[in-house]
């Protein structure tokens, strides 16, 4: 798909968006935002996560009322399945860390296009920080431009790798890996791995279109993949928006993350 003036326009639009998100989301942090949980307790809510969504989705909308609409916060409906172009977003990534006062959370705002991410910024205002990428423009982290993915496939590679992911792999296999912690907000650990602090990303299953659409634009436009488990990459706006195991790494590196997961093909 080729990088179009209108995928600079929706950058544009989505990075002013995100600024005010990020306003809305450092008014609530570390002053006591009201918190519940859903899906059986296991995920916090705050009021911020809801104060950001509803902003997002009448900004973006009503400057792109065409456009579909899938956010975590927001009860899904097929509407979105007809339209070309969808924001998937998630107004917290990492709503635990940003509920306990912690730095590593981010508003992660992406736009896909016919199933393919072609624009995502996040805003990770309590660590200084804007990412943004688009389609054939490249990726950025405070206006300094992401380097592209090293080809050299020698020496030990830096993996986030979540316990219930290496339970099921042969330990025979991951010598070459450096088990490192990722943190709380997926989206933050993708872009590491578009920036090159990470190799590679193993994701645990049930992840879902808004923790992945926006940093997935990044790693794209620096060498690199997201991937399920058989390779094919990952496609977006599709009716379940939930995944299984995934992998992010450089193309170099992607095929031999993709090896320890063999064994458990087709469980």
């Not at 009448?58 to 007809?82: F, I, M």
Request: proline share 6%; hydrophobic share 45%; net charge negative.
């Amino acid at each position: 798909m080729p990088a179009t003036d209108t995928h600079a326009e929706d950058l544009a639009l989505m990075l002013g968006a995100a600024d005010k998100a990020a306003d809305i989301a450092m008014s609530f942090f570390r002053n006591d935002p009201d918190v519940w949980y859903k899906n059986e307790g296991r995920s916090p809510v705050s009021e911020a996560d809801v104060a950001i969504d509803d902003m997002l989705q009448r900004l973006l909308l009503d400057a792109r009322p065409d456009y579909g609409w899938l956010s975590e916060e927001v009860e899904d409906n097929d509407r979105r399945l007809a339209c070309r172009r969808v924001f998937v977003v998630d107004p917290i990534d990492g709503t635990r860390a940003y509920v306990g006062g912690r730095k590593d959370w981010c508003v992660s705002i992406g736009l896909v296009e016919d199933g393919l991410p072609v624009a995502g910024v996040l805003a990770a205002p309590a660590r200084g920080e804007i990412w943004q990428a688009r389609l054939g423009g490249g990726a950025f982290l405070n206006d300094v431009r992401l380097g592209a993915a090293p080809e050299d496939d020698s020496g030990t590679l830096k993996v986030v790798l979540p316990d219930v992911v290496a339970d099921k792999m042969r330990p025979d296999i991951l010598t070459r890996f450096d088990k490192v912690p990722g943190g709380p907000s997926l989206a933050l650990r993708l872009a590491m791995v578009a920036k090159g602090d990470f190799d590679g990303v193993y994701i645990r299953p049930r992840s879902n279109e808004w923790d992945l659409a926006a940093a997935d634009v990044m790693l794209r436009e620096t060498g690199h993949k997201l991937v399920e488990q058989t390779g094919r990459l990952m496609r977006y706006n599709e009716p379940d928006p939930s995944r299984t195991l995934l992998v992010a790494a450089s193309s170099t590196h992607v095929a031999e993350l993709l090896v320890p997961l063999q064994p458990v093909l087709g469980h």
